[in-house]
C-alpha cells in the first residue's frame, strides 16, 4: 500500500482539490415604480382612513375607489370621470392630484373606456329566384306592334298641331323673382323665473354629457342622488340653502336664482357648493 503525497510534498495527506468559484447569478431586481393604485392605497392608509370614509368625502361611490386602488379604470366610464375620480380621492388622502392626474394621462389613457360589446354575426338572407316560362306570343307582339307604331304616329302629327295653335294664343309671362329664403331663429334655452324672495332655487342642465350629481335641502333632505344624464335638466328650491355636489363640472349648465352662470368648472371637476336666496355665488 503505497501512501500518497500532497503538492508541499508532505507524506500521508493527499492532495485535496482546489474548489472553483461559483458563477455569479442573476442580479437582484429593483423594487419597481408603484402603480397609482397603490400609491392611492399607501396614502389612504397612512391618512388612516377608510375606503368608506374616502367615498363619503368625494362622492366617488365606493366599488369605484377600489377598482381604481386596483389600477382598473375601466368602471370609471371614460377617461374624463377617471381623472376626476383620481383628483378627488388623491386631494382627500394628502397627494399631489396635479401630478397624480398627469401621470394617468402618461401611463394609464384609454383604459377607462368601457369594453366595447361584440359585434354580432351578420347573415346574408339566402336569395329565393323563381323562374317562370313564359308563353310564346310572337304573333301578337307582331300585331301589337304595327299598332303602336301607328298610334304614336298619329299623336306625334296632332301633338305638333296642337303645340303650334297653343303658341301663339299664349300671352307672354314674365318670370318672377326669387323668393327669399325664410330664416327662423334658433329657439333660445328657456331661462328660469327669479325664485319668490326668501327661495334659493337652482336649475342644473347636463349639456355636453353625463355628470353625477346630489343635491340636499338645508335639513339634510337628498333631493337628488344621481346620474344626470346628457340633455337632462333638473331644477331645486329651498327656503334656506342647497347643497348641490357635482361629479363634472365642466358638462352641465348651471342657472342660481334666475341668473345664468354657464359652465361652472372644468372637465371632470367634481365641483361642491352651497347656494342661498338672494346671491348667486356659493356662500
Given at each position: 500500500m503505497t501512501s500518497g503525497k500532497s503538492s508541499s510534498g508532505d507524506p500521508g495527506r493527499s492532495a485535496r482539490p482546489v474548489p472553483e468559484e461559483a458563477p455569479a447569478g442573476p442580479a437582484p431586481k429593483l423594487p419597481e415604480r408603484p402603480t397609482i393604485g397603490q400609491v392611492l392605497v399607501a396614502a389612504?392608509?397612512?391618512?388612516?382612513?377608510?375606503?368608506?370614509?374616502?367615498?363619503?368625502?368625494?362622492?366617488?361611490?365606493?366599488?369605484?375607489?377600489?377598482?381604481?386602488e386596483e389600477d382598473d379604470f375601466s368602471r370609471c366610464g371614460g377617461d374624463v370621470y377617471a381623472r376626476g375620480h383620481i383628483r378627488s380621492i388623491a386631494r382627500a388622502v394628502g397627494l399631489d392630484a396635479d401630478a397624480l392626474v398627469a401621470r394617468y394621462d402618461a401611463e394609464c389613457e384609454g383604459k377607462a373606456r368601457p369594453a366595447m360589446p361584440?359585434?354580432?354575426?351578420?347573415?346574408e338572407a339566402e336569395r329565393m329566384r323563381s323562374e317562370r316560362r313564359r308563353p310564346n306570343w310572337a304573333g301578337a307582339m307582331v300585331a301589337a306592334i304595327v299598332v303602336t307604331a301607328a298610334v304614336i304616329g298619329f299623336n306625334l302629327e296632332s301633338g305638333k298641331t296642337k303645340e303650334t295653335a297653343a303658341a301663339a294664343d299664349a300671352p307672354s309671362v314674365k318670370p318672377s323673382a326669387a323668393a327669399k329664403p325664410v330664416v327662423r331663429p334658433k329657439p333660445k334655452p328657456a331661462v328660469p323665473k327669479a325664485p319668490p324672495a326668501g327661495q334659493v332655487s337652482v336649475k342644473i342642465s347636463a349639456d355636453s354629457g353625463d355628470s353625477w350629481l346630489e343635491v340636499k335641502t338645508s335639513a339634510g333632505k337628498t333631493l337628488f342622488r344621481n346620474d344626470l344624464?346628457?340633455?337632462?335638466?333638473?331644477?331645486?328650491?329651498d327656503p334656506k340653502q342647497l347643497k348641490v355636489i357635482m361629479g363634472?363640472?365642466?358638462?352641465i349648465h348651471l342657472w342660481v336664482n334666475g341668473k345664468d352662470l354657464g359652465t361652472p368648472g372644468d372637465d371632470g371637476q367634481v365641483l361642491k357648493a352651497t347656494y342661498r336666496p338672494g346671491a348667486v355665488q356659493p356662500g
Open positions: 389612504r392608509l397612512a391618512a388612516e382612513q377608510s375606503v368608506e370614509e374616502v367615498s363619503a368625502e368625494t362622492s366617488v361611490r365606493v366599488p369605484i375607489i377600489h377598482a381604481i361584440l359585434p354580432l354575426p351578420v347573415f344624464a346628457k340633455g337632462a335638466t333638473q331644477t331645486f328650491n363634472d363640472a365642466g358638462a
